[in-house]
């Protein structure tokens, strides 16, 4: 089982920021997709963004698009959620993963993170 260590939630107000990291095994980290998904309480997990290690293309949620950015740092094995404009809607726990396709999906996930909660204040 290999771990994925998350960090940065937190709470923030409305309009604030945070950046969430997530650090991989190193021979995970680059051959995989990274990504990151959230659940809401009462919600089912979505997709939030994610980044291939192939050019590093991206791919985002319509609810995200504009205000989070996915990013990777390969001398660190570690993919960041930089977050832009929070709103409570944001409010979720976050979930770090990774799989072997080109894109991310809950079905094609091979390992989970252990989840950080972001909150976001009204």
């Known amino acids: 089982q290999a771990q994925l260590d998350e960090s940065g939630g937190g709470l923030v107000q409305a309009g604030g920021s945070l950046r969430l990291s997530c650090a991989a095994p190193?021979?995970?980290?680059?051959?995989?997709?990274m990504g990151w998904f959230r659940q809401a309480p009462g919600k089912e997990r979505e997709f939030v963004a994610s980044?291939?290690?192939?050019?590093?293309?991206?791919s985002y949620s319509d609810s995200v698009k504009g205000r989070f950015t996915i990013f990777r740092d390969n001398t660190k094995n570690t993919v960041y959620l930089q977050m832009n404009s929070l709103n409570p809607e944001d409010t979720a726990v976050y979930y770090c993963?990774?799989?072997?396709?080109?894109?991310?999906?809950?079905?094609?996930?091979?390992?989970w993170g252990q989840g950080t909660q972001v909150t976001v204040a009204a």
């Open positions: 980044i291939r290690w192939i050019r590093d293309s991206t």
């Open positions: 190193g021979n995970i980290f680059s051959t995989s997709t």
């Open positions: 993963a990774t799989g072997r396709l080109g894109y991310l999906s809950i079905a094609s996930v091979s390992y």
